[in-house]
């Protein structure tokens, strides 16, 4: 079973960047197609961002132009780069394997945006 650790999260305030990063512990996760995911109090988890295997790249809607996922398969990391970020990008962000996150969560990384 692979294991996913993400760190980098912090308080930043509106326009600002922070940068994610998600290690996962096992051989097979250069395999994965891969993503970042996020939950907000209240609401349910969402997919942000995906990464192939190819390094073909999806975004939410509501982080277009503004994130952006790389990944790097020989160190087994998958990364999130946000700019201009707002507070309704609060959340704590997940990293897990895509569409589905069929792995076992991490305990993810708090992301808080405000002034």
């Known amino acids: ?3 996913l650790v993400e760190s980098g ?3 930043v305030q509106p326009g600002g960047s922070l940068r994610l990063s998600c290690e996962g512990f096992g051989d097979i ?3 994965y197609i891969l993503g970042w995911y996020r939950q907000a109090p209240g609401k349910p ?3 942000v961002a995906q990464i192939t295997t190819t390094e073909t790249t999806h975004y939410a809607e509501t982080v277009k132009g503004r994130f952006t996922i790389s990944r790097d398969n ?5 990364s999130l780069q946000m700019n201009n970020l707002k507070p309704e990008d ?3 962000y997940y990293c897990n394997t895509a ?8 305990q993810g990384t708090q992301v808080t945006v405000s002034a």
């Open 29 to 31: 996760f250069k395999l």
């Open 45 to 47: 988890r969402e997919s």
């Open 1 to 3: 079973q692979v294991q």
């Open 74 to 78: 020989a160190k087994n990391t998958v």
């Open 9 to 11: 999260g912090g308080l």
């Open 99 to 106: 569409p589905y996150g069929g792995l076992t969560w991490g």
């Open 90 to 92: 609060t959340a704590v």
